[in-house]
C-alpha cells in the first residue's frame, strides 16, 4: 500500500470509529484520503467520495470501491465528506487537480444539489463520473456526455414501505410508532420516509406518535429515542428508522431502557450490525443495497467508460439513470443472508456491469 495522503482529521465517536475499524479491517487512526500504488503505469485514478469511513455501510463500500482497484492495478483514493457538502466538493476539485483529469469518480453526492458542481467539475477536466443515490432531477448523465456515465439509486418508497409493514407485523399490527429521518433535503429520505406513510396511511390502526429528522447519525438518534423513551414510555411499539445507523442507535437506547428486543426496530442498508441484531431478535428488519457493489461496480462502470470499452452516448437511458435491486432481510432470511454475504467478501464479475439494472429511474 502506497503512502496514504492526509487532507484533514477526524473527530470521531470512539463506538463509531470501532465499528468503522472493525468493517475496514485497520488499526489506527483513518486519513482523510488513502491511495493504493497502481501497477498500471497510466491507468485513470479511481476514486470513491463518500460520506464517513466511520458508517459501516459507507466502510463496506469502500472495500468494494479497493477491490475493484486492485482488479484493474489502479490507484486507488478515497475522498470523505464527514457530511459537508463543501468539503466534498473541495476534496473533487482537489484530486481532478491532482490527476489532470486522468480519473473515474464514484460519489454519494453528501446532498442532492451537491451533484451539479461535481458533474460540472468532472466534465471541465475531461474525468468520468458516476453518481450515486442524489442528484437534482433535471441533471441527467446524457446532457454531460460521455463524462457523465451514470446515475445509480434505489427506490425508496417501495423498501420503506416495506419496513414499515414490517415493523407493524412485529407489532401485531396496531400501537404507537416513532420514525427516525434522514437529512430532509436527500432523495433516499424523502422516498423512504414516503413509503412509511403509504404504509401507515394503509393501517389505521397504527398511529405515529413523533417523526424527526437525525440526518443519518446515530448520535443524534441515539438522543431523539432517548427523549422519546422518556416522553412516550410504553406508548412506543416500534420504532422506524431511514437507515441502520440510526436504527442502530436506537436499539442502543432500548437496550438501556431495558426493553432491547421487546419493541421491534427496523432499518435500512443491511450493513452486517443491523443483519446481526435481526439474528439476535433485537431488529425486525433491514434491506440490503449491497454497498460493496456499490463501491466496486460504481466505478467498473466509469472505468469502462474511461478507458473505452463502451460509449455512455450510445447506451439506452435505462442504462445511464437505473435503479439497482435491494434484499429485504427479516428473521426468516438473515441467517442465509450473513453466510453468503458477511461472513466472505463478495466475488463480483466487473465486466457485468448493466447485470443488476431494475428498471429506469422515474421522477415525480
Given at each position: 500500500?502506497?503512502?496514504p495522503l492526509?487532507?484533514?482529521?477526524?473527530?470521531?465517536?470512539?463506538?463509531?470509529?470501532?465499528?468503522?475499524?472493525?468493517?475496514?479491517?485497520?488499526?489506527?487512526?483513518?486519513?482523510?484520503?488513502?491511495?493504493?500504488?497502481?501497477?498500471?503505469?497510466?491507468?485513470p485514478?479511481?476514486?470513491?467520495?463518500?460520506?464517513?469511513l466511520?458508517?459501516?455501510?459507507?466502510?463496506?463500500?469502500?472495500?468494494?470501491?479497493?477491490?475493484?482497484?486492485?482488479?484493474?492495478?489502479?490507484?486507488?483514493?478515497?475522498?470523505?465528506?464527514?457530511?459537508?457538502?463543501?468539503?466534498?466538493?473541495?476534496?473533487?476539485?482537489?484530486?481532478?487537480?491532482?490527476?489532470?483529469?486522468?480519473?473515474?469518480?464514484?460519489v454519494?453526492?453528501?446532498?442532492?444539489?451537491?451533484?451539479?458542481?461535481?458533474?460540472?467539475?468532472?466534465?471541465?477536466?475531461?474525468?468520468?463520473?458516476?453518481?450515486?443515490?442524489?442528484?437534482?432531477?433535471?441533471?441527467?448523465?446524457?446532457?454531460?456526455?460521455?463524462?457523465?456515465?451514470?446515475?445509480?439509486?434505489?427506490?425508496?418508497?417501495?423498501?420503506?414501505k416495506?419496513?414499515?409493514?414490517?415493523?407493524?407485523?412485529?407489532?401485531?399490527?396496531?400501537?404507537?410508532?416513532?420514525?427516525?429521518?434522514?437529512?430532509?433535503?436527500?432523495?433516499?429520505?424523502?422516498?423512504?420516509k414516503?413509503?412509511l406513510?403509504?404504509?401507515?396511511?394503509?393501517?389505521?390502526?397504527?398511529?405515529?406518535?413523533?417523526?424527526?429528522?437525525?440526518?443519518?447519525?446515530?448520535t443524534?438518534?441515539?438522543?431523539?429515542?432517548?427523549?422519546w423513551?422518556?416522553?412516550?414510555?410504553?406508548?412506543?411499539?416500534?420504532?422506524?428508522?431511514?437507515?441502520?445507523?440510526?436504527?442502530?442507535?436506537?436499539v442502543e437506547?432500548?437496550r438501556?431502557?431495558?426493553?432491547?428486543?421487546?419493541?421491534?426496530?427496523?432499518?435500512?442498508?443491511?450493513?452486517?450490525?443491523?443483519?446481526?441484531?435481526?439474528?439476535?431478535g433485537?431488529?425486525?428488519?433491514t434491506?440490503?443495497?449491497?454497498?460493496?457493489?456499490?463501491g466496486?461496480?460504481?466505478?467498473?462502470?466509469g472505468?469502462?467508460?474511461?478507458?473505452?470499452?463502451?460509449?455512455?452516448?450510445?447506451?439506452?437511458?435505462?442504462?445511464r439513470?437505473?435503479?439497482?435491486?435491494?434484499?429485504?432481510?427479516?428473521s426468516e432470511?438473515?441467517?442465509?443472508?450473513?453466510?453468503?454475504?458477511?461472513?466472505?467478501?463478495?466475488?463480483?464479475?466487473?465486466?457485468?456491469?448493466?447485470?443488476?439494472?431494475?428498471?429506469q429511474i422515474?421522477?415525480?
Amino acid at each position: 500500500m502506497g503512502k496514504p495522503l492526509v487532507t484533514g482529521s477526524l473527530s470521531l465517536p470512539r463506538r463509531s470509529f470501532l465499528q468503522g475499524a472493525a468493517a475496514l479491517g485497520v488499526v489506527g487512526a483513518f486519513p482523510a484520503i488513502i491511495t493504493r500504488s497502481a501497477r498500471a503505469a497510466g491507468a485513470p485514478t479511481v476514486v470513491n467520495s463518500i460520506r464517513s469511513l466511520s458508517n459501516p455501510y459507507h466502510a463496506t463500500w469502500n472495500k468494494g470501491g479497493a477491490a475493484f482497484a486492485k482488479s484493474v492495478g489502479a490507484d486507488y483514493v478515497t475522498l470523505v465528506t464527514e457530511g459537508n457538502s463543501e468539503k466534498g466538493i473541495a476534496d473533487i476539485k482537489a484530486i481532478l487537480a491532482k490527476t489532470g483529469g486522468n480519473c473515474v469518480i464514484n460519489v454519494d453526492p453528501n446532498d442532492s444539489p451537491d451533484a451539479r458542481p461535481i458533474v460540472q467539475a468532472c466534465k471541465e477536466a475531461g474525468a468520468y463520473v458516476v453518481t450515486q443515490w442524489n442528484k437534482p432531477n433535471d441533471l441527467h448523465p446524457w446532457d454531460f456526455n460521455p463524462n457523465y456515465v451514470a446515475h445509480i439509486s434505489f427506490s425508496g418508497v417501495p423498501y420503506g414501505k416495506a419496513m414499515a409493514e414490517t415493523l407493524i407485523k412485529a407489532m401485531g399490527g396496531k400501537g404507537g410508532i416513532v420514525a427516525l429521518g434522514g437529512i430532509e433535503s436527500n432523495v433516499p429520505a424523502i422516498e423512504r420516509k414516503a413509503g412509511l406513510m403509504e404504509a401507515l396511511k394503509a393501517n389505521p390502526g397504527v398511529q405515529l406518535l413523533d417523526m424527526q429528522v437525525a440526518n443519518w447519525s446515530a448520535t443524534e438518534a441515539l438522543q431523539k429515542t432517548n427523549a422519546w423513551l422518556t416522553q412516550f414510555g410504553d406508548k412506543i411499539g416500534g420504532i422506524w428508522a431511514a437507515n441502520d445507523d440510526m436504527a442502530l442507535a436506537a436499539v442502543e437506547a432500548l437496550r438501556s431502557d431495558g426493553r432491547a428486543g421487546k419493541v421491534p426496530v427496523t432499518g435500512i442498508d443491511g450493513i452486517q450490525l443491523a443483519v446481526e441484531a435481526i439474528l439476535k431478535g433485537e431488529m425486525a428488519g433491514t434491506v440490503a443495497w449491497d454497498p460493496f457493489w456499490q463501491g466496486g461496480m460504481g466505478l467498473s462502470i466509469g472505468y469502462h467508460a474511461k478507458t473505452g470499452k463502451f460509449d455512455p452516448a450510445k447506451e439506452p437511458k435505462e442504462h445511464r439513470e437505473f435503479y439497482g435491486k435491494g434484499v429485504i432481510i427479516t428473521s426468516e432470511n438473515a441467517k442465509s443472508f450473513y453466510d453468503s454475504n458477511v461472513k466472505a467478501e463478495p466475488k463480483l464479475d466487473y465486466d457485468d456491469i448493466w447485470g443488476r439494472v431494475s428498471g429506469q429511474i422515474q421522477y415525480n
